[in-house]
C-alpha cells in the first residue's frame, strides 16, 4: 500500500541519486553546489513534512 511516506523517500531517494552522480561526474564549484544541495534538500523536504503533520 502506497502512504506517503514511501512515497517521500522514493522521491527522495531518486533525487539524490540523481545529485550524486551529477556530483561525481562534475568538478569545481558545480559539484559543491551540488553536495550542498544533497546535505539541504532532504532536511527541507522533512521539516515541510512535519510541519504539515
Do not use: K
Request: no cysteine; charged share 0%.
Amino acid at each position: 500500500m502506497l502512504n506517503p511516506l514511501w512515497i517521500i523517500s522514493l522521491f527522495l531517494g531518486l533525487s539524490e541519486t540523481t545529485v550524486g552522480i551529477a556530483a561525481a561526474l562534475s568538478n569545481g564549484w558545480v559539484q559543491g553546489a551540488l553536495a550542498v544541495f544533497a546535505v539541504t534538500f532532504p532536511v527541507l523536504v522533512s521539516g515541510a513534512f512535519f510541519s504539515i503533520l
